[in-house]
């Protein structure tokens, strides 16, 4: 951009310098000047309603808003003038004239913007005796109520579900004083019920229907911490009373989602008090899951792994890790499997191919690496992060719906779109909403990705016959040709060959210095950890192949073993291995695959001598299990979880739940219990945060920063190609990586106890 | 949903009327409204529908329009006007004794569906005030007589005569006046093209398409002096060259019809007795600017005026008026109109620019403004009906000409409505800069029964009043200016000693108040609020606090609002307050010292 020119004005006592086109509201909150307003939000259409933002301009006849007016040079800017606090004082006289001061019940009471506003700027005393209008409350929805009189109509509501949403499902009715929000129903809500509506509301206009008449704002704490539920890492702050959580929110706007949530994100939170959540060991006796100590329940587990693995060696044991614990829990899953056990019998349910991305990678390593938007300089990285998307100049969506599988990318692109002009391309063999935004689109047909994908490529092309797909992808590909500067992001689906495609595409880009970045969109909340951390059979942590010694060797000093060097069962393997007879013993962390898995039943899985399970209910795994130990959530717990597009954050205990251990304790007790049973070391690491140091030591790119981690920044993993060593681990196998294709109002295992969410009518679910 | 043939004829041809199809939304419902009696939520869907928008969006501007009912009314929907105008001269009266002889309140229907009554803001019938629309029937200088005979037929199916021309429009001519744009009032057949291309028609556009190129159009307009009669005064000439030459985006001329200012009543007889000079003005104001469309945005309740200016539209299309290569000048200009449904914000530029594009009338921040980014986001004129009529002489007679007619900086004539306490109220079409004394009192014949005047209102309930002191003065933007008031909109109302100036006070802000478009809070709540207090004290139950409370609030609008509404809402209340001070302590009594105004005829029974 050749804009160097910049603007210098006054304002207050302060020179200032700004780039052109800035506000002035922006060029005083920059510089810690409050300008009060309503209104004005950053990133959403300008208004001028509120007219709190009122400020005096040198020369001109009449106060101006600053949320409006753009810096000129020479222009002299006062916010501390008595015409200007007049001025606040008679908007907020004018707004409480008619608003309730219900305070005292009131869910905003406390963290009010109008409160602080009146305590800072307002009158002392009402000099309003009329009779205030009122309407009685309405309920919209479950989730969202609304209370008209203490509605002051900024309309953030109203944008937000606009433009930053796309939902569009609040308008004004009415005229005057007489104006109210009003939702797209005939006096119900049909959207997407994210909240945003809610947290947005400056005042107690709209009310959520988990947190309503709960408690007050200063009764609880606050907690830092990222969404459990999709693999997008939304920074969440829950509002915690009594270990018990209340809501979920992100009015702090920490994070890259800004104040981004979706209904899960916010909603969904009561997954963790739901009544069938487990709070005691389980053990099957006589057919028949009993409670047990905890004591009783671990050394069981210990001593009978250690049986099993006597009689019939370490390979008739695998280990099924969960997309929802944390890296560091993760890691000691790994651990335990591999120098414990001694098997590589390790997987999860893959949701996307995030070793396939690295394989990518390697393939391209000629160029640099690392994530070229946050790093200085790194133009070639080919890594793009959460934030980058948000201004991406270009964006290539393929197999994704990502409005529904990953809201918060999907706000990210509308973001770009809106406020970067960004161009938008998909290419999916399913319709999707956020075809509407794009620049263009191409619908293939399921199983055609690797075709598809192969003609983006100019060279691609080049042999085939002209088909439908070929005439309609064309145009697609010459737009995407002459966009310098993409971010490519893939689900689940582009595996294997398709992925070997996008990898030529990308080769012939970056020859063309044509920058070019990807993002692998998995399920959930840790699916990227659990890839990262080496819940894979044929990769350790950091993806070094189980085949290459060194990587074997180094991992195996740090763990005091000698690590097995044959690759182990994928998951759809182990379950296979189970129904043949072959594998003995299964060890199952925070995933049910018994349900989720369509090609094992649980006639199959009552082979297996032992089944463990870690998790918060009684699944349909755990329900098969011979031992069931109760685990902690996301929420409940202290780590690290690596967001789909590498991004390490700080997991941090919200709620407690009584007589539930952390899967982090529960690994690492029986590491001590296996030890007893003389096999393998007790893991030495005492708290997650130890775990993560050894994590960052051990584990190619996650030597981030811990200054950035523990100060709420999400920190992209720079990782290391070379570990491959040039030892190049077969493709993962077909059936082995497929998403849930979860919608707004699932989320996995975790649906059916996230009650409020399923009591959505747009849920779907019948009652 | 079925929708009968004569209104899918009329949904097709708006469909076919705007670049953008949501325009047709507000005429869409509105027509609709006709013939099914109101808006269904079915109606709601079958719109958003055809217009492919989401019914939420239909919803959420039909609500904003106080003529889109909801719910069914009347056969015959009466609604009385008790604006000041009509206030002055019985309009409360004329709408108790509807009351009291359908035995129906406000917004109800009688039982047999028969009727349905409402109280209404100034429906621009204030020089024939008191009056009332019956449906789209406007009935004027009702007595208690007059409104019982009117009901009386209506109850037996039969349309009374209806008042038109607008009462008032046409008289005797005062020596005083000078009838340029007025010179067809009363002329047999005005509105027909034939008869207004005897009377000069056409010959301004003439010039303008073959003498003239558009830079010298422009500037002719410039020295004619003739400055903007919606109320703001802007120089049209120089309005017109912020217009750029090049623009990707085709450009278009708007009128602004929406007449809607209290006291204001004179675009409707231009436009019902002339209609093709205000479309010659808008041809012209195409062929400077370089446009080639035009819309005229009439307000709702003008409905026979509009069918009235349809007709002529189509009769210049079908003479080479309108459309392609106008008079064998190669311009092409294409003109239709476009009906609003009860806004008064909507007269607001950029306001009426929202509500064209089918949405909710609020106004948009500027800038950009309107001669750059106006109606679709294209470089926009926007003028007054007054305005634009007057182009044509200009362009025909000369600017010399024309500016000579009035006082320095102030060209030309203007139609001033004065209504109120006089004996003659009318509209008299006078050089700019005429003495508003004499205007008072030997145009409009003094006031009746030798009772004194109070105060004015110089040009729309928008305006600081004038106290009887204060009207010796010439009626221009800048006197009107010097004198601490506007010149406005040309609507002065007339106030003599019998009445309540703290009631004026309260029925100007009760208008304000319905009209307010709530989208920014001191207009918002300052308006209702004051409405509260001013109804509360002119009631008698007012504290000596509220007296000062009052210009404080309105000064707390005043200047601070998003648009010039809040404005005016407060400057005439301030200007009451300041001048009228003793009529409010005379309040403090606890009853209103003043007798309500007298119905012109005594009420029967």
Redo the contacts between chains.
């Keep these: 951009m050749a804009e160097t020119a910049e603007i210098k004005f006054k304002l207050d006592d302060r020179q200032l310098t700004v780039r052109p086109g800035t506000l002035v509201i922006e060029a005083a909150r920059e510089q810690g000047i409050e300008v009060p307003s309503f209104c004005y939000y950053q990133g959403l259409a300008?208004?001028?309603?509120?007219?709190?933002c009122?400020v005096e301009v040198e020369k001109a006849?009449?106060?101006q808003t600053a949320c409006?007016l753009v810096a000129v040079n020479g222009m002299v800017v006062r916010t501390n003038t008595p015409q200007v606090h007049e001025?606040r004082k008679?908007?907020l006289?004018?707004?409480l004239?008619?608003h309730p001061l219900d305070c005292p019940v009131c869910d905003k009471g406390g963290e009010c913007e109008l409160q602080d506003m009146t305590f800072r700027y307002g009158a002392d005393r009402s000099?309003?005796?009329?009779?205030k209008?009122h309407v009685p409350e309405v309920k919209w929805s479950n989730i969202v109520y609304y209370d008209a009189p203490r509605c002051?109509?900024c309309f953030r509501c109203v944008r937000v579900c606009d433009e930053g949403m796309d939902v569009?499902?609040?308008?004004?009715?009415?005229?005057?004083?007489?104006?109210v929000i009003?939702?797209?129903r005939?006096g119900y809500l049909e959207c997407v019920e994210c909240g945003m509506c809610i947290d947005i509301c400056p005042v107690g206009a709209l009310t959520s229907g988990t947190y309503r008449y709960h408690t007050r704002p200063w009764e609880m704490q606050y907690v830092p911490t990222v969404c459990a539920h999709c693999s997008n890492g939304c920074k969440t702050t829950l509002s915690v009373r009594n270990h018990e959580i209340i809501r979920a929110n992100n009015r702090d706007l920490s994070g890259y989602n800004g104040d981004f949530l979706c209904a899960k994100g916010r909603f969904a939170f009561d997954f963790t008090r739901h009544p069938e959540r487990l709070n005691q060991p389980l053990i099957r006796l006589g057919g028949k899951l009993d409670t047990a100590s905890w004591e009783e329940a671990l050394q069981a587990v210990a001593s009978r792994l250690a049986a099993i693995r006597k009689q019939n060696g370490p390979e008739a044991i695998g280990f099924y890790g969960s997309n929802r614990t944390t890296n560091e829990e993760n890691y000691l899953l790994g651990r335990i499997a591999r120098a414990s056990i001694g098997t590589n019998n390790v997987d999860h349910h893959r949701t996307a191919d995030y070793a396939g991305l690295m394989q990518l990678a390697a393939d391209l390593a000629g160029s640099s690496s690392g994530h070229g938007g946050s790093t200085a300089g790194g133009s070639g990285g080919i890594f793009a992060t959460m934030r980058d998307l948000e201004s991406a100049p270009a964006i290539l969506l393929i197999g994704n719906d990502a409005t529904e599988q990953n809201p918060l990318v999907a706000w990210q692109i509308r973001t770009a779109i809106r406020n970067h002009r960004s161009r938008l391309y998909i290419l999916d063999s399913r319709e999707q909403k956020l075809n509407s935004k794009a620049q263009a689109s191409v619908l293939f047909a399921r199983g055609e990705e690797a075709a598809a994908i192969g003609k983006l490529a100019p060279s691609g092309t080049a042999n085939l016959a002209e088909t439908d797909l070929d005439r309609r992808l064309h145009p697609f590909r010459d737009a995407l040709a002459a966009e310098n500067d993409v971010v490519v992001l893939f689900g689940a689906a582009i595996q294997g060959a398709a992925l070997a495609r996008l990898s030529d595409f990308a080769r012939e880009r970056v020859a063309a210095g044509k920058r070019t970045r990807f993002i692998a969109l998995g399920d959930y909340a840790n699916s990227r950890g659990a890839a990262d951390m080496g819940l894979l059979p044929e990769w350790l942590p950091g993806y070094a192949p189980i085949a290459n010694p060194a990587a074997r060797e180094a991992f195996g000093k740090i763990w005091g073993a000698t690590l097995p060097e044959k690759p182990g069962l994928d998951s759809r393997a182990m379950l296979d291995a189970t129904a043949a007879g072959q594998l003995k013993a299964l060890y199952v962390v925070g995933a049910n695959p018994a349900k989720k898995t369509n090609f094992v039943g649980s006639k199959r899985m009552g082979k297996l001598d032992l089944l463990v399970v870690q998790d918060l209910y009684l699944s349909e795994t755990a329900r098969l299990a011979d031992i069931v130990l109760p685990a902690l959530s996301a929420f409940e717990k202290n780590g690290t979880m690596t967001n789909t597009a590498g991004e390490v954050q700080l997991v941090r205990q919200g709620g407690d739940f009584m007589g539930a251990r952390s899967d982090f304790d529960i690994l690492r007790i029986l590491s001590h219990q296996l030890a007893q049973q003389r096999v393998g070391q007790p893991i030495p690491l005492r708290t997650p945060d130890a775990a993560f140091e050894e994590i960052a030591r051990t584990v190619p790119g996650y030597a981030v920063s811990w200054a950035g981690l523990l100060s709420g920044t999400a920190e992209p993993i720079q990782p290391n190609f070379a570990a491959t060593n040039g030892h190049r681990p077969a493709e993962s196998a077909a059936g082995v990586i497929f998403s849930n294709n979860d919608s707004l109002f699932t989320s996995g295992s975790l649906t059916p106890y996230c009650r409020m969410i399923r009591s959505l009518r747009e849920a779907g679910v019948t009652p | 949903m079925e929708i009968p043939p004569v209104l899918e004829e009329k949904f097709q041809a708006l469909l076919q009327r705007y670049p953008v199809k949501r325009s047709a939304l507000v005429p869409m419902a509105l027509y609709a409204q006709d013939v099914f009696g109101f808006v269904s939520d079915e109606l709601i869907l079958e719109i958003a529908k055809r217009l492919g928008l989401s019914s939420l969006h239909v919803n959420e501007t039909l609500a904003y329009y106080s003529m889109i009912r909801r719910k069914p009314a009347g056969k015959y929907h009466v609604q009385v006007c008790t604006n000041v105008s009509c206030m002055l001269r019985g309009g409360n009266e004329v709408f108790d004794f509807v009351q009291k002889k359908l035995e129906i309140g406000n917004k109800q229907t009688t039982a047999d569906g028969m009727f349905s009554l409402e109280e209404v803001e100034c429906i621009g019938a204030c020089t024939g005030a008191p009056a009332m629309q019956v449906n789209y029937d406007f009935y004027e200088n009702l007595t208690g007589q007059r409104t019982d005979d009117l009901l009386d037929a209506l109850d037996k199916s039969s349309r009374p005569a209806r008042s038109v021309p607008t009462s008032g429009s046409v008289h005797e001519r005062h020596p005083a006046e000078v009838s340029v744009i007025s010179r067809l009032f009363g002329v047999p057949d005005s509105h027909k093209l034939d008869v207004y291309l005897q009377r000069d028609g056409y010959k301004g556009l003439e010039r303008a398409l073959k003498e003239f190129t558009p830079e010298q159009v422009i500037e002719e307009v410039k020295k004619s002096n003739l400055r903007g009669r919606g109320g703001a005064g802007f120089p049209t000439g120089v309005k017109w060259s912020f217009v750029p030459k090049e623009s990707a985006k085709p450009k278009y001329i708007l009128c602004n019809a929406d007449e809607s200012e209290p006291g204001t009543c004179k675009d409707r007889p231009l436009m019902e007795m002339v209609p093709h000079q205000l479309m010659e003005g808008m041809v012209i104001a195409g062929r400077a600017v370089g446009a080639h469309h035009g819309y005229i945005y009439i307000r709702g309740e003008y409905r026979y005026v509009l069918e009235i200016v349809d007709a002529a539209i189509e009769e210049a299309y079908s003479r080479g008026y309108l459309g392609k290569n106008i008079m064998g000048s190669g311009f092409d200009f294409d003109l239709a109109t476009h009906t609003g449904a009860g806004a008064y914000e909507c007269g607001e530029e950029s306001a009426l620019m929202e509500s064209l594009e089918g949405k909710r009338g609020y106004p948009r921040i500027r800038p950009p403004f309107p001669a750059v980014v106006g109606l679709y986001g294209s470089p926009t004129v926007i003028n007054n009906v007054e305005t634009l009529s007057a182009i044509p002489a200009i362009l025909h007679r000369g600017s010399e000409w024309y500016s000579g007619l009035g006082s320095p900086k102030n060209g030309g004539t203007r139609l001033f409505c004065i209504s109120g306490h006089v004996n003659r109220p009318g509209i008299y079409e006078l050089p700019m800069g005429f003495n508003l004394k004499r205007m008072i009192e030997e145009v409009a014949g003094g006031i009746p029964g030798g009772r004194k005047l109070k105060a004015v209102i110089p040009g729309g309930s928008s305006c600081p009043l004038l106290n009887a002191e204060e009207i010796d003065l010439p009626m221009d933007f800048d006197s009107l200016a010097k004198a601490g008031s506007m010149l406005g909109s040309g609507g002065l109302v007339v106030i003599d000693e019998s009445t309540c100036m703290v009631d004026v006070a309260r029925r100007i802000m009760h208008f304000y108040a319905h009209e307010s478009c709530g989208w920014c809070i001191p207009c918002r709540e300052g308006t209702d609020w004051l409405r509260k207090m001013l109804d509360r004290f002119h009631s008698g139950g007012g504290r000596r606090e509220d007296i000062a409370l009052i210009g404080e609030l309105s000064k707390n609008m005043l200047g601070r609002t998003f648009c010039p509404l809040g404005d005016a809402a407060a400057l005439p209340t301030i200007s009451i307050v300041k001048k009228w001070p003793h009529e409010f302590e005379e309040h403090l009594a606890g009853k209103c010292p003043y007798q309500p105004a007298e119905l012109l005829t005594p009420a029967l029974g």
Excluded at chain 1, 46 to 52: I, P, Y
Excluded at chain 1, 168 to 179: E, F, P, Y
Aim: hydrophobic share 50%.
């Design positions: 300008l208004q001028a309603a509120c007219r709190m009122l006849p009449k106060l409006t001025a008679s908007m006289e004018f707004l004239a008619n000099r309003f005796v009329e009779e209008l002051i109509l569009k499902a609040l308008g004004v009715g009415q005229r005057g004083a007489n104006s009003i939702p797209n005939d």
